[in-house]
Structure formats: structure tokens, C-alpha cells
């Protein structure tokens, strides 16, 4: 059988946008460098784009080479995803347009650690708010849910969140059912992989590991080849229930957990510092925090040293509290890091911060409900 028109025409559609929206701002002439497609084809698909909200489009600033400059295209802000992360203490609700826009992110602080249904009421309820303040033409197209767990990614089924309680709980059905959207749900730190991989301002992310910290404990995301590393139904990279020693028992029934040895509360002074919260912020940590900052360092070591003789990373990016350790702990890390690698493999890794802060699961779990738009954007 031959490909349709209509086939190719989609693909095409697909192709530019999601140009677009991954690096927010391409001139026409760029996009069809980089597709491939002849000037006209490339002029017609992002008018078609434009005519249907997805993309803007603006003369060039200036003109860097002889001729008419070409124009600018940008993501739209008519298409929209609802974000939504769950955690021990709160639930967050973000609004993000594409190109990875966070419009708006309200926390609502729980009295409890949040059920399922808990989760998808309060999600419910600000999707409610957020479609009553929508402008004509705007439109919420899906919704995307980073949870703390192991997560089926093909039926948004999270397996088991340890540190929330859930066991087999459909959420993406149930949120779907609550708003009559879409709904796709993820780990969340693939999902926040994702959003540093795409939008994070790093070099040559196409193997990198985003290791996050929350309220919830800590997990991995693993990007190779430029792709997530799920595994058979999502599962993977469940970093913070890797053995690092200790005695602890672990919400998820083991002992001796990564993140029952690094956590978030011992940190928390030095993080207000590195958000800008405490007037302190330039101080540098006192005799007690750099002992937490080194114990907490050498079980973390452990972790990311297994992970990098494994996958042989490129990058190191940490999310959450972990951005602690670069910001006060480098040199710390890095020799603890050393006695836990080989050497080849280690030479080749940089250990960074991530680069979105407080938004990398919002940004990561919107990419996750723009997936089905950027796939055909002609349904739109």
C-alpha cells in the first residue's frame, strides 16, 4: 500500500510544529533547513499551523544576510495542558502552554498525605477554574500527572507510590472521568527527564540522567540515545530504591534506601539560600550542614556511581532539594563520586543542577498530555 497525501501531510504537520514547540522560536527558513521540505511546502504547513492557533508568526528582528529576512515562528498560546504532581504534603495544579510556558502553578497544601481521590479533586477542581478564565479559543487539550511511583505509563496506572499509599490506582481514568480530558500519567522524574532533556539549557543532553528530589523521596529518569529509558511498562529508574546501606526500613519494604539516607529536611535551610527565600543566601553552610551535606553525599555517590558504570551518562542533572549538592557540596560529591566509578566513564559525566527549577515536572508532565497534539495537530 501507498502512503496518502493526507498521511504524509500529517507527518509534515507533526514535524514543524513539534520543531516549534521543542525549541521555541525557529525561523522559517531554519525549518525547512531542518525538515527537509521545500521553501513552499514549509510556508504553507506553518500558515496552516498558524491559522489553527498552534504557531505565531513575526518578521525577523533584523536582517543577518542579504535578502528579505524570514520570519520567526513561535508556539501559540491557544493550545494548552493542565500539569498535575502529587507529593506527601500537597498537590500541584500548573497551566503550561506550548513551548513549555508554565503559565501558572497553585499549590494546595494537604492536611494529610493526599489519596487518589483526594488528588483528583483538587486537580478537578482548578481545571474547573483554569477553563472559566480561558480567553475565547483557548483550549485545555489533555491533562499530564507526574507521580511519585511506579507508574504504567500505557494505562496511567500507578502500580505503587510508596510514599503516598497508592496501590493499583487508576488515575488517569479517574481524573479523566472528573474533567472529560485526557489524561496521561508518568514517574515523575521521567517526566521531569523529559523536561530538562527538551528544554533544559544543557549541551548535547542525548545521555542524561535526571535524578530528583521531592517531598515524596527520590527518583531517576534515563535518557539514552535521546530517548526515555521506561523499560517493559514504565517502571525504570527507580534510583531512590537502590541500596546504599544503612538500616532503615524504606516505605517500599527494603532497608538501607537511597532516600531514606539522603532527604530533603536536614537541607532545607540551605535551600531557602539557594532560592533566594533566606536573606543569608551567599553564606556558606556551617560545620553541621557540611557534615549532613557530606554524609548525605557519599550515600548519594553510591547511587549515581552504580547508575554511571551502567549507562555511561553524559550528564548528571539534579532536580528538587539535590540541587543542594552542586551548589554546596561539589567538590564533596565529585571525589565521592570518583571511588564509586571507573574511570573512563567517570571522565566523560558532568554533574549539573537542573536548569528549569521549581518547574521541570510541570514542563515534563505537560509534555506528556501535548503528545497525541504534536502527533496530529490537523485533529486540533
Known amino acids: ?67 528579505r529576512p524570514s520570519p520567526i515562528v513561535r508556539p501559540g498560546d491557544r493550545a494548552l495542558a493542565v500539569a498535575v504532581t502529587p507529593e506527601v504534603d500537597a498537590v500541584t495544579v500548573g497551566v503550561v502552554s506550548m513551548g513549555g510556558a508554565v503559565l501558572e502553578a497553585v499549590r494546595h497544601e494537604t492536611a494529610q498525605v493526599p489519596t487518589a481521590s483526594d488528588t483528583v ?45 497508592w ?28 523536561a530538562e532533556h527538551l528544554f533544559g539549557s544543557h549541551h548535547d543532553p542525548d545521555h542524561l540522567i535526571y535524578v530528583n528530589g521531592g517531598p515524596s523521596g527520590i527518583g531517576a529518569g534515563f535518557v539514552v540515545a535521546g530517548d526515555i529509558l521506561a523499560g517493559v511498562a514504565g517502571y525504570a529508574g527507580e534510583l531512590g ?22 532527604r530533603q529536611p536536614p537541607l532545607a535551610r540551605l535551600l531557602s539560600r539557594l532560592d533566594g527565600v533566606d536573606a543569608e543566601g551567599h553564606s556558606p553552610p556551617d560545620d553541621a550542614e557540611m557534615d549532613v551535606l557530606a554524609r548525605q553525599a557519599r550515600c548519594l555517590a553510591i547511587a549515581l556511581g552504580n547508575a554511571v558504570n551502567m549507562l555511561n551518562p553524559r550528564l548528571i542533572v539534579l532536580g528538587g532539594f539535590l540541587r543542594a ?22 571522565r566523560l559525566v558532568r554533574v549539573v543542577p537542573a536548569t528549569l527549577g521549581g518547574d521541570t515536572l510541570m514542563i515534563g508532565a505537560a509534555e506528556l498530555a501535548f503528545t497525541p497534539l504534536l502527533a496530529d495537530p490537523g485533529r486540533f
Open 1 to 67: 500500500m501507498g502512503t496518502s497525501s493526507d498521511d504524509v501531510r500529517r507527518r509534515n504537520l507533526s514535524s514543524v510544529l513539534t520543531l516549534v514547540h521543542r525549541r521555541r522560536a525557529l525561523s522559517r527558513a531554519d525549518l525547512t533547513r531542518v525538515t527537509g521540505l521545500s521553501r513552499s511546502t514549509t510556508k504553507d504547513l506553518v500558515e496552516e499551523l498558524v491559522g489553527r492557533g498552534l504557531v505565531a508568526e513575526a518578521p525577523a528582528g533584523s536582517a543577518t544576510q542579504v535578502g
Open 121 to 165: 479533586a483538587i486537580a478537578a477542581a482548578e481545571i474547573d477554574r483554569i477553563r472559566r478564565t480561558l480567553r475565547d479559543g483557548q483550549l485545555v487539550t489533555a491533562v499530564g500527572v507526574a507521580v511519585p511511583g511506579l507508574v504504567h505509563t500505557g494505562e496511567s496506572t500507578v502500580q505503587l507510590a510508596p510514599n503516598l499509599d
Open 167 to 194: 496501590h493499583d490506582v487508576q488515575i488517569g481514568q479517574m481524573l479523566s472521568a472528573a474533567t472529560d480530558l485526557p489524561v496521561f500519567a508518568a514517574n515523575d522524574a521521567n517526566a521531569g527527564a523529559l
Open 241 to 262: 530504591h537502590t541500596y546504599v546501606g544503612g538500616a532503615e526500613r524504606c516505605h517500599c519494604g527494603s532497608t538501607g534506601c537511597l532516600e531514606t539516607e539522603v
Open 325 to 346: 549538592f552542586p551548589a554546596f557540596a561539589a567538590a564533596v560529591l565529585h571525589d565521592e563520586l570518583a571511588r564509586h566509578t571507573m574511570g573512563a566513564p567517570r
